[in-house]
C-alpha cells in the first residue's frame, strides 16, 4: 500500500510570526521555511546595541537549528514570486517550492512616505545591521569637537526606545545634541497622553527638542526640512518613521488596494487566495491589532493550527488578540508599563522587560535545556549589571520604592 504523502507547507518568513509557526508544526507535515537571513533576531532589542548594552550575537539565534530541531527543512533564499493560482514560489536562487498551504510571514519594510532623501541621507532602524551601522557612525561623531546634531525621525515605540539608548551613551556629550520629530500630535501615538508628557519633562534636562504634529518634506546630508518650511540641522538622521507593505505582498495579489496590508479573515486566511495564511506585521485583520512581537507570536501559533485544519477540511479558529501589557524603556531614565490606558513608571521595570528577552531567547534557542546554557549566559552577562539587577527586587520592595509611580492619566 502507497503510504499517503505528506502534507507541503510552505513559510515564507522565519521571524517572531513565521518562526513560531514552524515551531508548532508536527513534523508529519512536509514544512519548508524560507528567509534570506540565517540569524532570528530580537527586533525589540536592537535600540540597546546604540548603547551598548546588547550585541548583535545576543540578540541572535541560529535559524537554521531552530528549524532542523522542529524536524522541518530551512532554505535560506528570498522569495521573488508567489504563484498562488499553481501553489509555489519561486526564489532569488532560481529554485521552485511547491505547497499546498502557504504561510505568508514577510513583515514590512521601511516607509519612505516618498519623501526625497530618505533612501539616500538617512539612517533605517529596523534590524541589527541597522543598529550596528548607526552604533559606529555615533561612535565616531562623539569624537568630533564641532556641534554635532543627531536627528530621529518617528516617535513611535522604536523611535523613542532609540533616543533612550542614545541619551543613555551620550547625553554627557556636551557637543551632542538630539531632535525628534513625530508627525502625529504626541510622542508615542495610540498611548496614553500622559506618557508623552513624562518623556517631555524628563528630556528638559538634557539637549533633545521635539517636533510633534510636524511633517518632514525632504533630506539632504545636512538637515532635515520640515513641510512647515523649518530647516533641522542634522549630522545623522535616523528613521524610525513605520513600516509599508513589501511589493511580494501585491505582486502575489494578496493586496488589492494600494498601500494596505494583506487582508485576511479574523482567522488568518487571505480573503483572496484560501490555501495562503498571512500572519505578522503583513496580515490586516477585521478587529486590527498592534504590530508587536507579542501579537506576531500568537498569530503565528494559531496560523500553524489553521493550516492543519484547513487541510483536514476542518473549521478554522479565529485570531484574539491578547490583552498584554507593553513595556517600554527609555534608555536608563525611565522605563514603563502600559496596561490599557493606564501607566506605570519605574526603573525596576527595565529587569522585567530583561526578563522576557531572557526568557524567549532561551526557550527558543537551538540547544535546549543544559546545553544553552552557555549562550544564555552570554546574553545575560552583557545586560546583567544595567537591566537585570534593577529587577530584582521584592514586590515589598518595589511598592516601597520612590521611583516607582503611576502616571496621571491626562
Known sequence: ????????????????????????????????????????????????????????QGLRLNRSEIITRAGHRFVQDSVIHIDTRRRRVTTAG?????????????????????????????????????????EKRMEALQHKPAPQHVVVVGGGLSGVEALGELLRRYRHRQQISFTMIEASNQLMPGFPKALDADLRQMCQEHRVSFHTGESVERVTPKGVWLTSGKRLPSTLTIWAAGLAPPPLLREAKLIRPPHTWAAVYQNLQSRHTPSVFVVGDAAALPKPVSKQAYNAI???????????????????????????????????????????????????????????????????????????????????????????????????DFRSSPDWRPLKLL
Open 298 to 396: 500568537d498569530m503565528g501559533a494559531l496560523a500553524a493550527q489553521n493550516v492543519i485544519r484547513w487541510l483536514a477540511d476542518e473549521s478554522l479558529r479565529d485570531f484574539k488578540a491578547p490583552a498584554t501589557p507593553i513595556l517600554l524603556a527609555f534608555g536608563d531614565l525611565q522605563t514603563y508599563l502600559v496596561v490599557g490606558k493606564t501607566v506605570l513608571a519605574s526603573k525596576t521595570l527595565a529587569g522585567a522587560k530583561e526578563g522576557v528577552y531572557q526568557f524567549f531567547m532561551a526557550q527558543t534557542a537551538p540547544q535546549p535545556g543544559l546545553q544553552g546554557v552557555p549562550g544564555a549566559l552570554r546574553r545575560l552577562r552583557k545586560s546583567w549589571k544595567e537591566l537585570v539587577v534593577p529587577g530584582l527586587l521584592t514586590i515589598k
Open 94 to 134: 532560481g529554485d521552485t517550492l511547491p505547497f499546498d498551504a502557504a504561510i505568508v510571514a514577510v513583515g514590512g519594510i521601511n516607509n519612505n512616505y516618498h519623501i526625497p532623501g530618505v533612501d539616500s541621507h538617512t539612517w533605517p532602524f529596523r534590524t541589527v545591521a541597522d543598529s550596528q551601522a548607526i
Open 1 to 56: 500500500m502507497t503510504p499517503t504523502p505528506k502534507k507541503r507547507i510552505l513559510i515564507i518568513g522565519a521571524n517572531f510570526a513565521g518562526l513560531t509557526a514552524a515551531i508548532k508544526l508536527p513534523k508529519t507535515c512536509a514544512v519548508t521555511v524560507v528567509d534570506p537571513s540565517p540569524h532570528f533576531e530580537w527586533i525589540p532589542g536592537i535600540h540597546e546595541i546604540l548603547s551598548g548594552v546588547k550585541t548583535p
